[in-house]
Each structure stands twice: as structure tokens, then as C-alpha cells.
């Protein structure tokens, strides 16, 4: 694998080929960001250049170590990749056995672990030793949706990596050029990416159907908006009903009221369900700029709280008692 192969993040591969190039390598490193951005396959073409066997910023892709590399079986890179809810002090002791064994093949050896906020305090405790005094041949590299949810004192003690959201407009300009998108079917797949590619892509293909949940979501927006019977059990109910998917609701229902906003400012360039305009001219219509915008605020902090693991219920009585609140005051 090459750096070309993962859209965006420039300013890290210029830094990770430079570490490479210069064999100027620390013993931990840390790759922070939201899920999709290439944390992971960064960390596997980082490692592949640091063994591979003609020395550069990129991997040569032809010596026997980058065909190992490749392959997934270079005995030298080992990944701790579990799609469980915890990485438990024994998954720890697995890669720490290994950690002071000599490299089979190459004059270092890399461990590579996903998810790494999800290990358990004792887990965690058990790596920290190793990461205090690690052997000289070894390189760690942490891959993390959140640093904060890693110990302070394993975080202080790697080089720190953010992997950051691609931008609306490359997303929309990937889509168009190579997955044959319509302009106005770009600009509402990059609208709903959250700046990562291949979300918008499972979209498009519908492995994960938001535009089946963003129609019924504008079903109650337009119950809401045309001042019909707007009760809280029922919208309540479907938010229970849905609670797997109740960021993507959540973030549906701020873009839609961003819209109309956007539609009454006359900064039409800017609507990102332009295939619903019809629907953005109408509910402009039957509110004004301020409840709009204050729908759009309780909405955002409703969407803060569940991501910061506030109670469910309580969240969306709030949201729901102060949507009617705006509505009919």
C-alpha cells in the first residue's frame, strides 16, 4: 500500500514519510480521529515503510518485506483489532508477551491496536508499564476515536497524529469524478458524510439507508410545520423505536432546519437537501428566522448530550418539550 491511496489528511503523510526517510522513529504513536478518515490503513503503510527494505518515505511495494506487508503476514507487524466492546487486560498480555520477543525479519518490530479507547482500566495499567520502558526495537502505534478516553499518562508518552474530516467541497468532487454522482446527488451525499468519504459512498449504495430515515424524519418535521397534532408519544415512540440511528435523526433534523434558514437568508448555494426543495420553500414559510434558529440550537445540544452519554429519555422529553415550546409560544 502507498499514502495515494487515502483521500485528504496531506500534512500527516508529509510527516510520517519524513519520520521514515530520516529513521528518526519514536517508540509510541498516537492516530486520533472519527471513524473513516484511514487512521488504520495509515498505521499499516507507516509501518510497511519503516520495514521496508529500501529505505524511503514510501513503501518500495516490491521487496519481500512490503509483500509480506501486504499480504497481512508479516510476522514483524502485529495488529490487535477486536470488534468487541472492551479490550480486556488479557488481549493486552497477548501483544505484551510479543513485545519482548526479538523481531523475526527486521531490526524492529510494530504493534498496531485499534480502537485503543476501549481499553479497560487494568488493560490499560498493564500497557503502560511496557510503554514506560519499551524494548528498543519496538514501535506502538495507538489508533483512538478519542484521546481523552486514553490514560493521560499513555498519551503524554506518543507522538500525537489528527486525522481530520475531509471538506465538503473534495468530497463532492470525488463523488462527481469517480463514483459518477449528479452534481445536486453530491451535494447531498457530502452533506450527510460528515466529512468522511465513505459514508457517502455506503449511501450511495444504500448500505446504510439515511435517505429511507431522512424522508420519514421530514414526514414529522412536516407534521410539526404545518401546526398539525404534534405529539410527544408519538414522536417519542419513533425515536425509541430508531434509537440506533438517533445521531443520524438527530443531525437530519439540524441539517433540514440549517436549510431552511439558508433558503430565507437567500443562500439557496448552500441547501444540502436540494432534491426536497419544494418541501425547504413550504416549512419556510410557516416559521420565522428566530424559532428556526432555535429549534436548530436545541437540537444541537439534544445531539451533545447523546454523544456525551446523557440519559436517552431524559434527552428527548427535553428536546421534544422544548420544540413545542418554540412552536407554539
Known amino acids: 500500500m502507498q499514502y495515494s491511496l487515502i483521500i485528504g489528511q496531506d500534512n500527516i503523510k508529509k510527516h510520517l514519510k519524513q519520520i521514515a526517510e530520516s529513521n528518526q522513529i519514536s517508540h509510541g504513536y498516537i492516530f486520533e480521529g472519527p471513524k473513516g478518515t484511514g487512521k488504520f490503513?495509515?498505521?499499516?503503510?507507516?509501518?510497511?515503510?519503516?520495514?521496508?527494505?529500501?529505505?524511503?518515505?514510501?513503501?518500495?511495494?516490491?521487496?519481500?518485506?512490503?509483500?509480506?506487508?501486504?499480504?497481512?503476514?508479516?510476522?514483524?507487524?502485529?495488529?490487535?483489532?477486536?470488534?468487541?466492546?472492551?479490550?480486556?487486560?488479557?488481549d493486552i498480555d497477548s501483544i505484551l508477551n510479543k513485545i519482548y520477543t526479538k523481531p523475526y525479519e527486521s531490526d524492529r518490530k510494530i504493534f498496531i491496536i485499534n480502537e485503543s479507547q476501549k481499553m479497560t482500566v487494568q488493560a490499560a495499567n498493564a500497557f503502560l508499564k511496557t510503554l514506560e520502558e519499551p524494548p528498543e526495537d519496538t514501535i506502538i502505534i495507538l489508533i483512538t476515536t478519542n484521546i481523552n478516553l486514553l490514560l493521560p499518562t499513555i498519551a503524554s508518552r506518543c507522538q500525537y497524529f489528527r486525522f481530520e474530516e475531509i471538506s465538503f467541497n473534495e468530497i463532492q468532487r470525488i463523488l462527481i469524478t469517480d463514483f459518477n454522482s449528479s452534481e445536486s446527488e453530491a451535494i447531498l451525499l457530502a452533506g450527510y458524510s460528515k466529512g468522511i468519504l465513505q459514508r457517502a459512498i455506503n449511501i450511495k449504495n444504500k448500505t446504510f439507508d439515511l435517505l429511507t430515515l431522512r424522508n420519514q424524519v421530514l414526514e414529522?418535521?412536516?407534521?410539526?410545520?404545518?401546526?398539525?397534532?404534534?405529539?410527544?408519544?408519538?414522536?417519542?415512540?419513533?425515536?425509541?423505536?430508531?434509537?440506533e440511528h438517533i445521531e443520524e435523526?438527530?443531525?437530519?433534523?439540524?441539517?433540514?432546519?440549517?436549510?431552511?434558514?439558508?433558503?430565507?437568508?437567500?443562500?439557496?448555494?448552500?441547501?444540502?437537501?436540494?432534491?426536497?426543495?419544494?418541501?425547504?420553500?413550504?416549512?419556510?414559510?410557516?416559521?420565522?428566522?428566530?424559532?428556526?434558529?432555535?429549534?436548530?440550537?436545541?437540537?444541537?445540544?439534544?445531539?451533545?448530550?447523546?454523544?456525551?452519554?446523557?440519559?436517552?429519555k431524559y434527552a428527548i422529553d427535553h428536546l421534544l418539550f422544548k420544540i413545542q415550546e418554540v412552536r407554539h409560544g
Open 249 to 312: 435523526i438527530i443531525e437530519i433534523m439540524m441539517i433540514w432546519f440549517r436549510d431552511v434558514l439558508f433558503y430565507k437568508a437567500d443562500l439557496k448555494e448552500k441547501i444540502i437537501n436540494i432534491d426536497k426543495i419544494e418541501w425547504v420553500i413550504k416549512h419556510s414559510k410557516k416559521a420565522n428566522n428566530i424559532k428556526c434558529a432555535e429549534i436548530y440550537g436545541h437540537l444541537q445540544m439534544t445531539y451533545e448530550d447523546i454523544n456525551n452519554n446523557s440519559n436517552f
Open 220 to 243: 414529522i418535521i412536516d407534521e410539526l410545520m404545518d401546526g398539525g397534532r404534534f405529539t410527544s408519544f408519538k414522536f417519542e415512540k419513533y425515536f425509541d423505536q430508531n434509537k
Open 41 to 90: 490503513d495509515m498505521a499499516k503503510i507507516f509501518a510497511q515503510s519503516i520495514l521496508c527494505k529500501i529505505k524511503g518515505p514510501e513503501p518500495c511495494e516490491i521487496c519481500s518485506s512490503c509483500i509480506k506487508a501486504n499480504s497481512g503476514n508479516h510476522p514483524d507487524i502485529q495488529y490487535l483489532d477486536l470488534q468487541e466492546d472492551s479490550i480486556k487486560r488479557q
